[in-house]
Structure formats: C-alpha cells, structure tokens
C-alpha cells in the first residue's frame, strides 16, 4: 500500500539566492533518507518553494518499511557449549542480549570454525511512524550557505520556522523542530491570503495554495513572472531586456508575481547603458526595457508580490525609488569624468591588495611587466598597447561609479578610457581582461586583453603560493583554481604559443624583486598545481587519464603541442595495431633502465649480436625521420615511425642479456637502451597506457 507524503517549512522570508539549492538539498536528503529505512517511492520526491516555504510532496511512498533479516554471530560453537553439548555462560549471555532463549540459539560455520548465531526476520515500521523520527533530522540538516538561531533556542535553520505541515495518507505525522510542532495547518500568501488553513490531504493543499494567492511551483512561477513582464513592456512598445539570473532572482522573490511598468526622466540616458541597466537589474531587480533597435527606453519593470489596489501609487513608488538610485549614479560619473582615468593609477597606492603582496599598484606594476614579457613573445607589434592596457585595466577601482557598483569593475575602466580617447582596442582590453569570470563563462575577444588578464592572473597565483596561501582541499579564498583554469582556457582558445613553465618563472623572479621567496620551489609548486588543473579539464571533456598522464608526466611546457600529442597518441591507439608492441617495447626498456641515471654513450664496436647491430641502425633511421615529424608537430606520423622499432626491440631482448658481465658490453647496450627511453619520453610515456 503506498500513500502522500506532504511536508511543508513554513518560515521568514528565505534569501532568494539560497531557495534553490536549498530545496535540491530537501529533496536529496529526503530520498536518500527513506531509501537508508527501506522505504520504497515510486516515481521519488518532489520539491518546491517560494520565500515563505519548503515543500516536499511524495505521491506514491510505502506505508510500511520492508521487512529485513537480521543475523547476529555470537561466540564460537566450543565456547558456547560445553563437550556434552550443555550451554555455558557465554551462550546463556549472548542468548539475552537478542532476547530469545537458548533453544533457539542456531550454528554456522564459517572458514574460522563453528559459531553461534541468531537469525531473525524484523517486520517493517509503519511509514507514519518512521517519518516523525526522519523528518526533524531531515529538516535540520539542509546545509544552507549560512544559517541563523533565534529567541533561547540552538537549532539553526536559514530563517526562523513558523510552522510545519505533515501529513502522510492525511495524516498528521507528528514532531517538533525549533520549537514548533508539526500539525495539518498551513498559511496562505502574506497579504493577500493570510488566514490560517486547515489541510486535509495534498489535493486540499495544492486547492488552498491556489486560493490563497501562493504559487509553489517555481518553474510555473518563473512562467508567471516573464509573462507579466513582457505585457508590462508591451504596454510601452518595448521589449523586457532578457536576463535569465534576474528572471530566477525575482520568481524566488515572490509568491504571487504582478508586473508594472515604471518610467525615468530621459535625462538618465545620457550615462552609459551598463550603468543604467546595473542600476536597475543589480539593485532594485527591475527590468530594463528596450525598443525595437534595442537601445534603452525610459522605462522599467518591476514585479511585485501582491496585486496592487492602485497600480499607480505602486508605480509612483518604484520610480522614487529609482531616481534616487539614477541620481547618485550621474553624480557620481560627474565626478569620475573630472579626471582622467590614466591618473588614477597612482591612487591604488592606498589600495592594499594583500598585506604581504603590497598595494593594487605595486601589483599592476608586476603584471604589466610579466603583460609585456608575453606580448614580446607572441605578439611583439601589440608590446605597447599591452603595456597601456595593463597601466589602465585597475584604475576604475578608485573610481565613485565602482565603489558603488562593484561589478562595473573593468566595464566603467573600458567606457571611461574611450571617453578620454584611447584607441579602441585598448579600451576593449581594459574590460575583456577579467573574463572569463567564472570557469565556464566567455572568453575575452581581444588578443590584448588575453595577454594582460594571462598576466594578471599569474601574478596573483605565484603570489600566493609564494607566501604560502596555496588552496587547501576546502579553501581557496583567492579563487586560484579558477584563475588558473581561466590561463589554461585561454592559452587553448587563443592558441598562444607560451612555454607555461618559463611563463611561472618570469612572473616569480619579477616578484621576487620585491619579495623575498624560493622561486623555484615556488615555480614548481605552480606548475603542479596548473598540471592539476590541465588534467581535470582535459579528464572532464572524456580524454582517457592514461593518455593524459602518458604526456603530460613528461612535459608540461606548451599547452596546445601537449593536447595535439594526447589526440595523436588517442588516434594512434584506437587505429593502429602497432600501439601495443610499441608499448610493450618501450616498457620492456623502462624496466631495464630504470635507475640509470645521466647520459648514455654508445660504441657500435662493442656490439657482440647482429640484434644489437639492426635495433642501433634502425633507430638511427627511425630518430630523424620521427624527429622531423615532432618539428614539424606531426605526432601522429611520428608515432607510426617509431612503431618501427618494437620489432627490433623484440628481438634484441631475445638473442641477448642486457647484464652481462663483460661491464663495457653491459654499458654499451644499457646506453642504447637508455637512448630509446629518452625519445621515446619526447613523445609519451607509455609505461602509463593500459594496453
């Protein structure tokens, strides 16, 4: 028999950025609670929300848990019996602890011997019964990004809980949490329906929730939201701008969506758009409205969560609001377009980026100089615009528009630069060196604003492991992994051709000018870390692990020749039959060398076996050919190349003993061997291939 859970948190306002996750968290805790008591759920759980509750709705949950068969081994059969077969105190005792009698006691026999045990079927608790101890648990165990107490208690929940409604098959599963007892009543919208309703079973609810102006589904409240939102703009002629994290942060905001459309004083459009529609989106979570050529009207929308008795009080009431807002914004763009953006520069003086790492200047003045040190490596025509990006891409930080708006950072720096004149690649430089901003966000388009936010970047990770601020497997305050993940992204996107170690190690000798620091401890530390990273990229877009560390353990220099290698050595495995008597051969001679430190020297005089003779003649042939082919990054080919050598390799180990005692002959062939290790290692290790 399987019957409706129903269980609804009644609480405070809960931060819109939270719900989500929070019920993801509901629901996963809740399925994986009933599945660990062994009860069943067909179809699983379900979860929903608004700002004012939880809801966990199950349609199909068992009434009972499934019977189990419990076994329990007690002492071996010779202690618990004496030799007349008569039960000893060990027996009587283990007996009580599972409260039977000894008659029942049964015996099995395992590889240590004969034991006593006890083998009993357990029926099944009542669901109901089981979902008072199970729910309160449940419930205190949501993580939330912070949680808070109130009044004298200590259960800490994301807001303070009001009221909870559980119900199984109608009814009442009854517990406490937080002080609150759980009973068959709930509450409708704040304002538009707050009397308390009494609920019979999930039908009921879903009915009241309808007539009490609460929405609880979010994605039919999402829906809701951007529908009124494209009539309220309609009702202008213009068009809502889309923002899918507005549309999420406004539907967690409200139970029961109305849109109405607010107008500003057309003076406002003088400021910049992204001022305008920051001001608007980030702020006061209104949408911006476009017409039909896309450029800003003045206008909005705003949602509300009741439906207003007068719309144009609310309406006076938002736009109040955002003059205010718009106001403080001209003002402050007044104010920055005093000075130029360029003199800025010196007031980061007084801008600590991190105690030990010294001022925001102090730390442009180090990027700069790694910024230029790349473009003259890969772009030598850009080493002055670089140099000029780098000089201006921080300046806004000091600016009255981003100490307002702080993700304007890079955006007023691009605006402000273009307002004062610079050549347009530079401006778009000054912003484009902050994507991407989160791991999987977009690029920058620019090759300028690459190579200054490469540069950036590294000063900031070589900074930190050089004082010590590594990230640990639960922090990373810095967001290191991600700004080494944003370098590798765009070294790949760009195709830059960079030497990555010789990249870390310029950045720490430019640091190391002012800091005291091992840089090549430091420098090797980075570069783990960055092959860490390389790797997890590489593994999470389904390149084989064994092929990523067949390349990667032997260099990690230039990021897109090391990707052009794992898919030679990936095609080369997949479709020719050569892979694996070439793996077999190189690891043949790995176990052989290993422990062979040096150089390695070889006399074709002292060869005593004509395999010796064939494998040292081919791989002379072998090694230029291959040779050219890496040159000229043609692995693929060169791979096929060297397969020529596994059959020569097989047969010099069959016609000759490498040890030998004669030490110039033993030598002579471990240095040969030693030579076939080290270009083999120039394309793979291919010790590291499953085969």
């Not at 911006?288 to 009741?306: S, Y």
């Not at 002055?384 to 720096?413: H, W, Y």
């Amino acid at each position: 028999m399987f019957g409706e859970l129903l269980l609804e948190i009644g609480t405070e306002e809960i931060p819109s950025d939270y719900l989500e996750n929070g019920l993801r968290e509901l629901r996963r805790l809740a399925e994986s609670y009933l599945r660990d008591n062994r009860v069943q759920m067909k179809g699983g759980l379900d979860s929903y929300g608004t700002p004012r509750r939880l809801v966990l709705i199950g349609k199909a949950i068992a009434g009972k848990q499934e019977d189990t068969v419990q076994e329990m081994t007690g002492p071996p059969k010779k202690a618990a019996f004496d030799e007349r077969g008569n039960p000893t105190k060990a027996a009587f005792a283990f007996a009580k602890r599972q409260g039977i009698s000894v008659d029942e006691l049964q015996f099995l026999e395992t590889p240590k011997g004969e034991y006593v045990y006890v083998k009993r079927e357990i029926p099944g608790r009542p669901t109901k019964e089981l979902l008072s101890e199970v729910l309160p648990a449940l419930i205190g165990n949501i993580l939330w990004p912070k949680s808070m107490r109130w009044g004298s208690g200590v259960f800490s929940f994301v807001r303070p809980i009001h009221w909870v409604l559980a119900l199984f098959n109608g009814e009442t599963v009854a517990f406490e949490v937080a002080g609150v007892r759980s009973g068959n009543k709930t509450r409708g919208h704040r304002f538009m329906a707050p009397e308390i309703m009494e609920v019979r079973n999930l039908q009921d609810y879903l009915q009241k929730m309808n007539k009490g102006s609460v929405i609880i589904d979010q994605r039919q409240r999402e829906g809701a939201v951007e529908k009124a939102v494209i009539a309220a703009a309609k009702s202008v002629s213009g068009t809502a701008m889309g923002d899918p994290k507005l549309l999420s942060t406004v539907t967690n905001m409200v139970e029961f969506p109305s849109a109405i459309c607010g107008t500003f004083d057309r003076v406002f459009l003088n400021l910049p758009d992204p001022v305008l529609t920051t001001a608007m989106k980030e702020h006061q979570r209104y949408f911006p409205i476009c017409d039909q050529e896309g450029r800003l009207m003045a206008n909005f929308v705003a949602v509300n969560n009741t439906i207003a008795r007068d719309a144009s009080i609310v309406r006076k009431g938002h736009e109040r609001v955002l003059r205010a807002r718009l106001a403080d914004a001209g003002f402050f763009f007044k104010a920055d377009r005093k000075r130029p953006l360029a003199d800025r520069l010196e007031d980061l003086k007084t801008v600590i980026y991190q105690a030990e790492l010294g001022t925001s200047f102090a730390k442009v003045q180090r990027f700069t100089k790694l910024a230029e040190y790349l473009a003259k490596q890969i772009a030598p025509e850009m080493i002055n615009d670089v140099g000029l990006a780098a000089r201006l891409c921080k300046c806004d930080l000091v600016t009255e528009m981003v100490a307002e708006f702080p993700s304007l950072q890079g955006i007023m720096g691009e605006i402000y630069a273009r307002l004062d004149g610079y050549a347009e690649d530079v401006c778009l430089a000054i912003s484009d060196h902050y994507l991407p901003v989160q791991a999987d966000s977009r690029l920058p388009g620019s090759l300028i604003g690459s190579v200054v936010g490469l540069a950036d970047r590294m000063d900031s990770i070589v900074g930190c492991f050089a004082i010590g601020l590594e990230p640990t497997g639960t922090a990373d305050p810095y967001a290191l992994r991600r700004q080494a993940l944003g370098i590798i992204r765009i070294i790949r996107n760009k195709k830059i051709t960079i030497s990555l170690p010789d990249f870390v190690r310029k950045s720490g000798s430019i640091l190391n000018e002012t800091i005291s620091f091992e840089v090549d401890e430091a420098a090797g530390k980075v570069l783990n870390f960055m092959k860490d990273r390389f790797k997890n990229l590489l593994l999470s877009e389904g390149i084989p692990q064994d092929l990523i560390e067949a390349v990667i353990t032997v260099d990690f220099s230039f990021l897109n020749q090391l990707e052009e290698r794992i898919a030679a050595l990936k095609r080369f495995r997949d479709l020719s039959k050569d892979f694996e008597p070439l793996a077999m051969a190189f690891k043949r001679i790995m176990n052989i060398v290993k422990g062979f430190e040096g150089g390695y020297r070889v006399d074709p005089d002292l060869f005593e076996d004509k395999s010796e003779e064939d494998l040292w003649k081919t791989f002379q042939s072998v090694k230029d050919r291959a040779k050219k082919e890496m040159d000229r990054e043609n692995y693929f080919e060169a791979l096929n190349l060297l397969a020529g050598l596994s059959g020569p390799v097989d047969e010099f180990f069959s016609q000759v003993m490498v040890m030998t005692e004669d030490r110039r002959v033993r030598e002579n062939r471990i240095g040969m061997l030693k030579g076939l290790n080290q270009f083999f290692l120039q394309v793979a290790d291919f010790s590291t291939c499953s085969i």
